[in-house]
């Protein structure tokens, strides 16, 4: 079963506005990491965030992770048309052969 | 990075008729294959894990027998579906972690498209 809620499930913005999602999780991660995916396309893997990491950057994206509170935010600065697509994070169980779980994720509209 | 395709892009069939989707590494050799499930709107929900030379391990409610594994080698791996029904229509993904590559790290395949009549 999912083990990660994303929220909120669909955002609509104007081009520059921030835009964030987030995520929380159930159980302990070795790992947790964001997705895009355009309508009918593959993943693009975007960022990894370590479970000992608090915050990563990458170009216009912030990714945060609270161990405490089992959530993660993903944040995309600055945002462009071309930024609309649905965004996943996906956690990585510890152990047995590695398991990514995919929340449910955010469907993101960026109007020029 | 690590390339990983799928075949074919997209297959349309009859009720009934069995399809095998295909996943291969272009790059490296696979130590673990991933076959995911996506239906419209929603998120991926992993089906199986294969290993090369072993049986697949199936999640939860996914029917061994009606969704068949094959990982025949370290670059390919298939998903058959038999006797496929409307209600199989769904983007079928995989993805595979590779040997001397970072194995918190899965590669995904452009996906297969497959929509039952």
């Known amino acids: 079963s999912q083990q990660g809620e994303e929220d909120p499930q669909a955002l609509s913005i104007q081009e520059g506005e921030n835009a964030t999602m987030n995520c929380s999780y159930k159980?302990?991660?070795?790992?947790l990491q964001w997705y895009r995916q355009n309508s009918g396309r593959g993943l693009v893997h975007l960022i990894l965030?370590?479970?000992?990491?608090r915050e990563k950057h990458s170009g216009r994206l912030r990714v945060t992770l609270d161990t405490s509170k089992k959530s993660s935010s993903l944040l995309i600065t600055a945002s462009r048309a071309a930024d609309t697509a649905s965004y996943f994070c996906?956690?990585?169980?510890?152990?047995?052969?590695?398991?990514?779980?995919f929340g449910a994720g955010t469907r993101l509209a960026v109007h020029p | 990075g690590a390339v990983v395709s799928q075949h074919p892009s997209w297959v349309i069939c009859k009720s009934g008729t069995s399809v095998k989707i295909e996943c291969r590494s272009l790059d490296f050799q696979a130590t673990t294959m991933f076959w995911y499930r996506q239906f419209p709107k929603q998120s991926l929900m992993l089906m199986a894990t294969?290993?090369?030379?072993?049986?697949?391990?199936?999640e939860q409610g996914v029917e061994k027998d009606k969704f068949l594994i094959n990982h025949a080698s370290l670059t390919l791996s298939t998903l058959t579906v038999t006797s496929a029904h409307p209600e199989d229509s769904s983007f079928y993904i995989c993805?595979?972690?590779?040997?001397?590559?970072?194995?918190?790290?899965?590669?995904f395949g452009p996906g297969t498209r497959l929509t039952v009549l």
């Open positions: 294969s290993n090369e030379g072993s049986k697949a391990t199936y």
């Open positions: 965030i370590r479970s000992n990491e």
């Open positions: 159980t302990s991660i070795n790992n």
């Open positions: 993805s595979a972690t590779f040997s001397g590559l970072p194995t918190d790290t899965q590669y």
């Open positions: 996906a956690t990585l169980h510890i152990g047995g052969y590695n398991k990514l779980i």
